[in-house]
């Protein structure tokens, strides 16, 4: 059996307590949703500056719990989709991790180390996560929106140049954004280190430095990029994309629905039981918070 399908075969029971397949939150595509627009898609729309208009509901996921789980190429097993890698650069598809980085993200990989992932304590989702669900995009004044998964608020300012102070430190970072001909570019720094990429444990450490590419391709059409730098913990920048085009989605029928996530969880506890029974009962988690209170 390949390392690759005892990662699948270990996290299972992970993916179900993390509630992973749950119904879906506001907007969440899901393979056959009938939320997916159906009309023909047209030219490029565009703002009263020229620039495309990305207004709109987006999703690029082919449906299904598959990438939330790992990046790379993966097999299915266990409720848990098969899929190709996401890394697009470098060519093997394989994201290039220094040796101390590589060991880490095989270390959070252990299902002995699942209540060490922040999402089932419900805090924030990863850049690169949550771009696996569905979106909402909109302007406001001079800042790009972005509505995400629980609850999550992207705004992202299109008039600042310079980033925060290196010492303010964000779960989804510093974002600002600026027009590259009719590409939407956004550039992310001032991370914390805590948050992971996916539930496998990938991640890219507090000095990111993420640059995110919104290239409309047609009226329901948009390209999506992600390229991450970080010297500390790969050798080299390398870049992901959606497991497939973002594709312009009806809005939810209600504003909002509650996300299913809540702190002092039963799933969290049977993680926690799990984390101390394999490291101890006096043990630290090495990332991630001890939120439960139960014991």
């Known amino acids: 059996m390949s390392n690759r399908t005892r990662f699948i075969l270990s996290i299972a029971a992970l993916v179900v307590m993390l509630g992973m397949t749950a119904v879906p939150t506001s907007g969440q595509l899901v393979r056959g949703d009938a939320n997916a627009v159906k009309t023909a898609a047209g030219p490029i729309p565009r703002r009263a500056d020229g620039k ?135 550039d992310t720094t ?19 430095h993420i640059v995110e590419r919104f290239t409309m391709l047609d009226s329901n059409t948009i390209k999506w990029t992600m390229t991450i730098d970080n010297p500390k913990v790969f050798t080299r920048p390398w870049t992901m994309t959606s497991p497939a085009l973002m594709k312009r989605i009806k809005p939810a029928p209600d504003f909002d629905i509650e996300d299913t996530c809540h702190e002092g969880n039963v799933d969290l506890v049977h993680l ?3 984390y101390f029974q394999a490291h101890g009962k006096d043990a630290k988690p090495k990332y991630g918070t001890d939120t439960d209170i139960r014991r």
């Open 190 to 208: 001032n991370f914390v280190e805590r948050p992971r990429m996916s539930l496998g444990g990938d991640f890219h450490g507090a000095d990111a």
């Open 52 to 186: 495309p208009d990305l207004t709109g509901n987006w999703n690029g996921s082919p449906g299904g719990v598959t990438h939330t789980v790992i990046l790379e190429d993966h097999p299915a097993g266990f409720g848990v989709t098969a899929g190709p890698t996401l890394i697009i650069d470098p060519p093997n598809g394989i994201i290039p991790y220094q040796p101390w980085a590589l060991a880490e993200r095989e270390r959070r990989r252990e299902d002995s180390n699942g209540y060490e992932d922040q999402v089932g304590h419900c805090e924030f989702y990863d850049l690169g996560r949550i771009q696996i669900f569905s979106q909402e995009y909109m302007f406001s004044g001079n800042n790009f929106i972005i509505n995400a998964t629980q609850h999550i608020t992207r705004v992202i300012p299109m008039d600042r140049r310079e980033h925060l102070p290196a010492s303010i430190r964000l779960w989804t970072g510093d974002s600002i954004g600026h027009w590259e001909g009719d590409t939407l570019v956004v």
């Open 272 to 274: 926690k039981n799990t």
